[in-house]
């Protein structure tokens, strides 16, 4: 998921539901705005790393491989 619909989904979508099931316990401001942010945020940042961490761990995999490769070669 790209960062921006992360975003949107944890951080405007969730929290309108939430106020939308539970309106007399969670008033717009500063719960389901700030949940918005913090979930949203979270959200974007998760959404950001993944293929950061994909793409290091298949650096990772082909360094190992290249030093077994070596080491069978000797």
């Not at 993944?50 to 490769?69: F, H």
Request: aromatic content about 12%.
């Amino acid at each position: 998921m790209k960062p921006h619909r992360a975003f949107f989904v944890a951080g405007v979508a969730i929290p309108f539901l939430l106020r939308v099931v539970a309106p007399d316990k969670m008033p717009w401001w500063p719960d389901a705005i700030s949940l918005g942010l913090a979930f949203g945020f979270t959200a974007a940042v998760i959404a950001w790393k993944t293929p950061k961490d994909r793409e290091i761990e298949r650096r990772v995999w082909n360094t190992v491989k290249e030093l077994v490769r070596d080491r069978r070669s000797h």
